[in-house]
C-alpha cells in the first residue's frame, strides 16, 4: 500500500489532502522529519488560521497578508496543494487590497485546515 493510501479510511475514500509521497521526496524520505514537520504544523495552524480569520472579520490586510503567507507555506511543506491554494486565494486578496469574498474564502480555508489536520493526525499514528 502507498504512503497516501495509507491515510485513506478505505479504497473508496477521495485522495488524501496531504501527498505524503511528495513530501517525503523533498526531505530525502526522512519520515522522522515529516514527523517533526507534522507537529509543528499542528500547533502552528489552529492559531494561524485564527489570524487569518480575524484579520478578515477587522479587515486588516497586513496582518491576513502575513498569516495567510505562513499557513501557505505549512501547507506548501506538507504537499497539501488544496490548503496551500485556499491560503493563496487569501494571500492575493489582501495584496490586492480586496476582499470581496472573504468570508467565504476563510470557510474554504477552514475546510481544508480541517481536512489536513485529520490526514496528518493519521499520518502520526499509521506513518506507514
Known amino acids: 500500500m502507498s504512503s497516501?493510501?495509507?491515510?485513506?479510511?478505505?479504497?473508496?475514500?477521495?485522495?488524501?489532502?496531504?501527498?505524503?509521497?511528495?513530501a517525503l521526496s523533498r526531505l530525502a524520505?526522512?519520515?522522522e522529519l515529516l514527523r517533526a514537520i507534522i507537529d509543528i504544523f499542528?500547533?502552528?495552524?489552529?492559531?494561524?488560521?485564527e489570524k487569518v480569520r480575524q484579520?478578515?472579520?477587522?479587515?486588516?490586510?497586513?496582518a491576513l497578508h502575513r498569516a495567510?503567507?505562513?499557513?501557505?507555506?505549512?501547507?506548501?511543506?506538507l504537499s497539501a496543494g488544496?490548503?496551500?491554494a485556499a491560503a493563496s486565494r487569501l494571500?492575493?486578496?489582501a495584496s490586492a487590497r480586496?476582499?470581496?469574498?472573504?468570508?467565504?474564502a476563510v470557510g474554504e480555508l477552514e475546510q481544508r485546515l480541517r481536512e489536513l489536520t485529520d490526514a496528518a493526525k493519521r499520518f502520526l499514528k499509521n506513518p506507514g
Not at 55 to 62: F, G, H, I, S, W
Request: net charge negative.
Open 4 to 22: 497516501i493510501a495509507s491515510l485513506r479510511d478505505d479504497s473508496d475514500s477521495p485522495p488524501s489532502p496531504m501527498n505524503v509521497d511528495d
Open 29 to 31: 524520505g526522512d519520515r
Open 42 to 49: 499542528l500547533e502552528d495552524a489552529p492559531p494561524l488560521y
Open 55 to 62: 484579520a478578515v472579520m477587522r479587515n486588516d490586510l497586513p
Open 68 to 77: 495567510a503567507h505562513s499557513l501557505k507555506g505549512l501547507a506548501a511543506t
Open 82 to 84: 488544496d490548503m496551500a
Open 91 to 93: 494571500e492575493h486578496m
Open 98 to 104: 480586496s476582499m470581496p469574498d472573504g468570508a467565504a
